[in-house]
């Protein structure tokens, strides 16, 4: 069974944050899919949806994002996921310039604390992930704290580029739903740049 685990943190005071992107695309997905995200089990939130005939997983961790592991690990036990063929992990990446998209099949971390919580706990990098670009200049030029920037709230200067990320997320969701190689999929995103 394919999971698509968007990564943030559950409540209103994180809404709309840099580092709730995560959920945003995994939301976007579940309206394009017509489903809404509103199981509650393995401390996550979830909903089954159909892709051309592919029926998935989509699910947002409610553990906060530092214990993001804790609900994926559970998540991955009960729809008996193969994590390197079936997992795909969707975060926000203070890395990537604002509205760039990397899409990898394994790999670290990075600085990310909800990756580094699932790579511990599930014990292993080798699982898809989509990562969504969220430095802007500020954060480049340290005019702002790191903590201050990912909890803030998107603003509007940077509403539109993100909301093209979280567009071709879904889109690159919808190839690994039908079966695309990584690979392929990562050529045809940079392609659209």
């Known amino acids: 069974m394919i999971l698509i685990v968007g990564l943030g943190n559950p409540g209103m005071k994180y809404k709309n944050t840099y580092h ?3 959920f945003m ?11 809404k995200i509103a199981k509650s089990e393995c401390d996550a939130l979830t909903c089954k949806a ?8 989509i699910a947002k961790p409610q553990t906060y994002m ?3 592991g804790e609900a994926v690990k559970k998540l991955v036990r009960a729809y008996d996921v193969d994590e390197a063929r079936e997992l795909v992990v969707c975060y926000d990446d203070i890395d990537l310039p604002i509205g760039k998209l990397r899409i990898r099949e394994e790999g670290s971390a990075g600085t990310h604390n909800g990756m580094r919580n699932i790579v511990k706990e599930l014990n292993t990098e080798q699982f898809a992930r989509v990562r969504i670009g969220t430095k802007t ?5 340290h005019e702002v704290e790191l ?4 909890l803030s709230k ?4 940077n509403k539109q580029v993100l909301q093209q990320s979280i567009d071709t997320a879904v889109e690159a969701f919808e190839m690994i739903i039908e079966g695309d190689d990584i690979q392929r999929i990562q050529e045809r995103i940079n ?3």
Not at 147 to 150: L, P, Q
Not at 154 to 157: L, Q, R, T
Request: charged letters at 30%; glycine letters at 4%; proline letters at 0%.
């Open 20 to 22: 709730n992107v995560g």
């Open 25 to 35: 695309a995994v939301d976007a997905l579940a309206k394009k899919c017509k489903v």
């Open 50 to 57: 159909v892709y051309k005939g592919v029926e998935f997983v």
């Open 66 to 68: 530092n214990l993001s």
């Open 137 to 141: 200049d500020e954060l480049a030029n």
């Open 147 to 150: 903590i201050d920037f990912v």
């Open 154 to 157: 998107v603003d509007f200067a």
């Open 191 to 193: 392609r659209k740049k």
